[in-house]
T-cell receptor
Framework: GDSVTQMEGPVTLSEEAFLTINCTYT??????LFWYVQYPGEGLQLLLK?????DKGSNKGFEATYRKETTSFHLEKGSVQVSDSAVYFC??????????FGKGTMLLVSP | DAGVIQSPRHEVTEMGQEVTLRCKPI?????LFWYRQTMMRGLELLIY????????DSGMPEDRFSAKMPNASFSTLKIQPSEPRDSAVYFC????????????FGPGTRLTVL
């Protein structure tokens, strides 16, 4: 079945550092890929998405490119802020299935 | 537009009591999902509905859990009787296209069973 693998956290960075959170997936066809973010005490919010190979999703300075050849959808940001501290979930959906989530990666940004 | 609304936001109850969690999806969405989040198991899909019909309840942990969606604007998740291991944050999410697109999450209900 479909699956999503994320790097384990926590990822600890200083403000203005470069961020990469790795995500790879397993799917039989051509899934849509998502990054969700969960701030402390809140529900998950869609951060960005990509629906086909080579698409780049972007939002709030975050980017991720759908790489079919490496089955990856790594999340990047050039300069993180303290307010980016949260848990980030990679997810996919394929056909008429439901979202398959990774286990989440906690990001901690210090001033 | 209002997002997904869940109530209550916090619930503390004693073991053996019945617990009912409520969700109002975003208007116009035809899919609704119930998730449970714990530190140990992460985010788990419990059940989802499409056009008010339960499609997949394989994630419901046991018969103590039941979910209903009597109309397009309301769903409940009930636990009877509750147990301490049910303590978790329960999220409701809604979406379009039978769940094949973006899901929008509510703020969650934090359940503590003593």
């Amino acid at each position: 079945g479909d699956s999503v693998t994320q790097m384990e956290g926590p990822v600890t960075l200083s403000e203005e550092a470069f961020l990469t959170i790795n995500c790879t997936y397993t799917a039989t066809g051509y899934p849509s890929l998502f990054w969700y973010v969960q701030y402390p005490g809140e529900g998950l919010q869609l951060l960005l998405k990509a629906t086909k190979a080579d698409d780049k999703g972007s939002n709030k300075g975050f980017e991720a490119t759908y790489r079919k050849e490496t089955t990856s959808f790594h999340l990047e940001k050039g300069s993180v802020q303290v307010s980016d501290s949260a848990v980030y979930f990679c997810a996919l959906i394929e056909g008429y299935s439901t979202l398959t989530f990774g286990k989440g990666t906690m990001l901690l940004v210090s001033p | 537009d209002a997002g997904v609304i869940q109530s209550p936001r916090h619930e503390v109850t004693e073991m053996g009591q019945e617990v009912t969690l409520r969700c109002k999806p975003i208007s116009g969405h035809n899919s609704l999902f119930w998730y449970r989040q714990t530190m140990m198991r992460g985010l788990e899909l419990l059940i989802y509905f499409n056009n008010n019909v339960p499609i997949d309840d394989s994630g419901m942990p046991e018969d103590r859990f039941s979910a209903k969606m009597p109309n397009a604007s309301f769903s409940t998740l009930k636990i009877q009787p509750s147990e301490p291991r049910d303590s978790a944050v329960y999220f409701c999410a809604s979406g379009r296209s039978g769940g094949t697109d973006t899901q929008y999450f509510g703020p969650g209900t934090r359940l503590t069973v003593l």
